[in-house]
């Protein structure tokens, strides 16, 4: 079915039909795809927003590791990053790239709807000026054939009558000839024009007008199908990012699949670690018969010893954790300058050698410059060496004065002196020889030591200590240790999968090459390929300091290894 067959006679509600169409296309639709434009820019601009509120601050004391929640939010909102930038993707097409179809659309459809409508008015001025044509034909057919009659009728009277001269009744036979004679002119002329004005009206409302319906309904379907389109390259500029938000998503769960609480706690661990030990048990004070006893003084002392501070010594462990990062910075360094030393004299030794190559007294200033460089690296280096000595033993003394470890030496003590008195009974009564009195008083020693075997047992901890009280002794004067607490034991740590050689940027440094890339002090990169050169290849551990996870070379003098 078409307009030009069906709709001949509604012309103007057609024309108004497709100027409707191109006005929804011009401000309806282009207005949506405006406001959903402003959706996803702004649900990007939020969602950057909320990652800059939220990103957690870098730690600037670079020997404390991130835990693995920190680093795995960190992800997460790197991630959410990249769906923000795929929502400013979709703005910009939907924004800029349809809007602008949507505006050379309207235009195209505008300009030729303009072209058809005049089209048109030519057609029906030349049909109106046909049926002007015809009516002029017929209405002087007409009046020629009124005048042919009237001449008919008076040259009829004039020659009926007798008194009429005969010159007069030729005049009127002349001219009611010449009006004949005009009256068929008219008449031929008027069927000449009705023929004319029959064949342009059917070709008028047939052929013309159809012609010109069929075009401004190509125009309506047009806009149809650009409607089509547009919505589908709406979805499809959805559709394109959707895998790489999908990726995002899938990275995020890796994330927090990532986080472990017992990484986390040996952070900590290492974080907070002093290497102190708890505070040795208390010691029973026995009072004597007759001896005095100020109460007061005695509430002072047990309020005083109840509090117990844990951090009367010094951070020994995170000292050691600092002068071992110092030595591995140190040690990194010197190898760097004895690589500079080893050049600075290939260089001196190769201009002494060929004076012509330039003077060698220029590197003469820089090698003795890098020696004495060496000189004070090594010395702060055996110093920290030193030191670490110094703590390291420490940390040693302090663990063997721990009162677990004393427990320990106690336990297996007794445990070789009941193996001991219990071979030397055996032997006594296969002798048939009991030493009645040595076995007695060793008895009965052991008894009042430990009169119940549970003792040995460790008592549930508590924040209050408590101070047993010995049993009666009999025979004997010496005090038995209280039970020792509980033995705390750690967890095991899960193996952990071997990683890539990290490295941390000491200073920044601006690529040049493409070969190279930049860092920003301070970053963290994997090591790809060991030195080359003074290069080292690298990939970045994130994208904290630049956008790409890229990889290059960087100078081997600006890294440090972690």
């Keep these: 079915m078409s307009w030009g067959e069906e709709l001949w ?40 927003k909320l990652i800059k509120t939220y990103t957690p601050k870098t730690n600037k004391n670079l020997t404390d590791e991130e835990s693995s929640q920190t680093h795995g939010f960190r992800l997460i909102l790197e991630e ?29 459809v505008k300009k030729e709807t303009g072209n058809l409508q005049r089209e048109a008015k030519t057609l029906q001025r030349n049909l109106s000026n046909s049926y002007r ?7 002087k057919y007409q009046k020629s054939h009124i005048e042919l009659e009237i001449a008919k009728n008076t040259y009829a009277k004039t020659e ?8 007069e009744v030729e005049k009127m036979k002349t001219l009611t000839q010449k009006k004949t004679h005009n009256h068929d002119d008219c008449k031929g002329h008027y069927a000449n024009q009705l023929i004319k004005t029959n064949e342009l009206q059917q070709e008028h409302f047939y052929s013309l007008l159809p012609g010109v319906l069929n075009n401004i309904q190509s125009l309506s379907g047009g806009n149809c199908e650009f409607f089509k389109d547009l919505m589908s390259k709406c979805l499809k500029s959805e559709r394109e990012v959707a895998p790489i938000i999908a990726k995002c998503q899938e990275a995020m769960e890796k994330a927090i699949e990532g986080v472990s609480s017992s990484k986390d706690c040996a952070i900590i661990i290492e974080k907070l670690k002093t290497g102190n030990v708890p505070p040795e048990d208390f010691v029973f004070e026995e009072l004597q018969p007759g001896m005095e006893v100020n109460a007061n003084t005695l509430r002072k002392i047990s309020r005083s010893s109840s509090k117990i501070d844990l951090n009367h010594n010094t951070n020994n462990f995170q000292r050691k954790r600092e002068l071992e990062r110092k030595i591995s910075i140190h040690e990194i360094e010197v190898t760097k300058v004895q690589k500079e030393m080893k050049a600075l004299q290939m260089m001196i030794e190769t201009y002494t050698q060929s004076p012509s190559f330039g003077d060698a007294k220029k590197f003469q200033g820089e090698h003795e410059t890098a020696v004495h460089r060496i000189q004070v690296l090594e010395s702060e280096l055996n110093a ?17 004065r721990s009162p677990s470890m004393t427990r320990k030496n106690s336990s297996q003590s007794l445990v070789s002196s009941s193996s001991s008195s219990t071979q030397s009974d055996t032997f006594d009564r296969r002798n048939a ?26 008592p549930p901890l508590s ?33 952990e999968e071997p990683q890539p050689k990290k490295v941390v940027a000491l200073y920044q440094f601006d690529a040049d090459t493409p070969d190279t890339i930049s860092m920003g002090e301070g970053e963290e990169f994997f090591v790809l390929d060991d030195d080359q050169g003074g290069w080292t290849k690298v990939q970045r551990v994130d994208s904290r300091f630049y956008d790409d996870i890229g990889e290059g070379f960087i100078p081997t003098s600006f890294i440090q290894v972690l």
């Design 80 to 108: 959410l990053g990249y769906q923000a930038g795929q929502h400013e993707l979709i703005a910009e097409s939907l924004g800029k790239t349809l809007i602008k179809d949507i505006d050379d659309r309207v235009s195209e």
């Design 133 to 139: 044509a015809l009516d002029d034909s017929k209405l």
């Design 160 to 167: 009926a009558d007798g008194s009429v001269s005969r010159n």
């Design 463 to 495: 924040h209050s200590i408590t101070i047993p009280v010995p049993p009666p002794m009999q025979g004997s004067t010496s005090i038995p240790a209280p039970p020792p607490p509980p033995t705390l034991f750690a967890s095991p740590q899960q193996e």
């Design 433 to 458: 020889k009991p030493s009645n009195t040595d076995n007695s008083t060793l008895a009965t020693g052991w008894e009042d030591d430990f009169d119940d075997p549970n003792e040995l047992s460790s």
């Design 384 to 400: 920290f060496k030193t030191e670490l000595g110094d703590v390291n033993n420490k940390l040693e003394n302090i663990k063997a």
């Design 9 to 48: 006679d509604r012309y103007d509600d057609v024309v108004s039909v497709v100027n409707h169409s191109t006005k929804e296309l011009d401000t309806f639709y282009k207005g949506f795809l405006k406001e959903r434009s402003k959706v996803e820019i702004e649900y990007g601009k939020q969602l950057r």
